[in-house]
């Protein structure tokens, strides 16, 4: 299992962030939680630079999907691996299937 986080700096740019949960026992025990979801996809999602509306927890709980920042940086993501989407301004990430997929979303208060 992998956490990472996506955020952007103040000129806009986003990066990736690798975190331990050892480090971030808050991740454990998430408050603020405003809406929960589990959703299927068939692997066509493909979107360029875009932010989020909302800071968001993904769990990938099947498949892959390819996620890059503006810095150029660039993961797949597979089951079990955690992300904290943090990118809500700024030029935002690119999401590509690479495979059919399943998380669930979890979206965070402010």
């Known amino acids: 299992m ?5 955020f952007s700096d103040g000129d806009g740019e986003s990066h990736f962030e690798d975190l331990k949960l050892s480090e971030h026992p808050e991740l454990g025990a998430l408050a603020n939680v405003s809406e929960v979801q589990v959703q299927e996809f068939d692997g066509s999602r493909h ?3 875009h932010p989020l ?10 498949g892959e999907v ?5 810095d150029g940086d660039k993961r797949v993501l597979r089951t079990g691996d955690i992300r ?3 990118d809500v301004t700024g ?5 590509n299937d690479l495979s059919p997929s399943s998380a669930v979303y ?3 208060e402010d």
């Open 2 to 6: 992998a956490i990472y986080r996506v």
């Open 47 to 49: 979107r360029d630079f």
């Open 53 to 62: 509306p909302e800071r968001r927890l993904i769990i990938h709980l099947s």
């Open 66 to 70: 390819e996620i890059g920042t503006s």
């Open 84 to 86: 904290l989407m943090e």
């Open 91 to 95: 030029k935002g990430h690119s999401h």
């Open 106 to 108: 979890v979206v965070l």
